[in-house]
């Protein structure tokens, strides 16, 4: 089993809807969960991180984390084409330093 | 510079060949990753510098070789590459013990082997 589990998609939404990301995790010693976006030939910046459960909204970005069921999601309002990426979710925790463990990305495409 | 750099951005080389991926820090950290990204695949770590000692090789083959010779410069040294080992070769650097909003990202290197 995966680490971390992710949808690759892809998914393709028109502008203005609502997108919905999603990731599974198994590892318990996780205490920080980021998601990350990625533009083609880009590396990874880092969008939103939440520190164990609960909830994270910035803009029309919303991070959710649910340590119970080992769920993280993140929520895009009023999607942009400027929006069109990969998104990719990771976990980490229980080192000093950032041993980051991704899952595989979603790409998403938000049309005119 | 500020930032994450690395370079070349794109390299093609053949399986005979030896090459050094370079990534360079400008932002005071003490710790520095090599990540591998292929298609369809989560990011894998390689290896994690910190404080210039490697704490973390994650069973990456003998082709790769890494070499840290100070905080802010990390190498990745190529030889005898195969088909498989084309990929976006991406370094990352953090502070220890700090924010995960600190890690930052290169933009990479994408890796040709023919």
């Known amino acids: 089993q995966k680490e971390v589990e992710q949808d690759p998609g892809p998914l393709s939404v028109p502008e203005g809807a609502i997108v919905s990301l999603n990731c599974t995790y198994s590892?318990?010693?996780?205490?920080?969960f980021m998601w990350y976006r990625q533009y083609s030939r880009k590396g990874p910046e880092l969008l939103m991180y939440t520190y164990s459960s609960g909830n994270k909204e910035d803009g029309r970005f919303t991070a959710q984390v649910d340590k119970s069921s080992k769920y993280i999601s993140l929520f895009i309002r009023d999607s942009q084409p400027s929006d069109s990426a990969t998104y990719l979710c990771?976990?980490?925790?229980?080192?000093?330093?950032?041993?980051?463990?991704f899952g595989q990305g979603t790409i998403l495409t938000v049309h005119p | 510079e500020t930032g994450v750099t690395q370079t070349p951005r794109h390299l093609v080389m053949g399986m005979t060949n030896k090459k050094s991926l370079k990534c360079e820090q400008h932002l005071g950290h003490n710790a520095m990753y090599w990540y591998k990204q292929s298609a369809k695949k989560p990011l894998e770590l390689m290896f994690v510098y910190s404080l210039e000692e490697r704490v973390e090789n994650n069973s990456v083959p003998s082709r790769f070789s890494p070499e840290c010779p100070n905080s802010s410069h990390l190498f990745l040294h190529l030889h005898t590459l195969q088909p498989e080992d084309s990929a976006l070769y991406l370094c990352a650097s953090s502070q220890i013990s700090g924010t995960v909003d600190g890690y930052t990202f290169g933009s990479g290197t994408r890796l040709t082997v023919v």
């Open positions: 990771a976990g980490t925790g229980g080192t000093s330093y950032g041993k980051l463990t």
């Open positions: 590892n318990s010693a996780f205490q920080y």
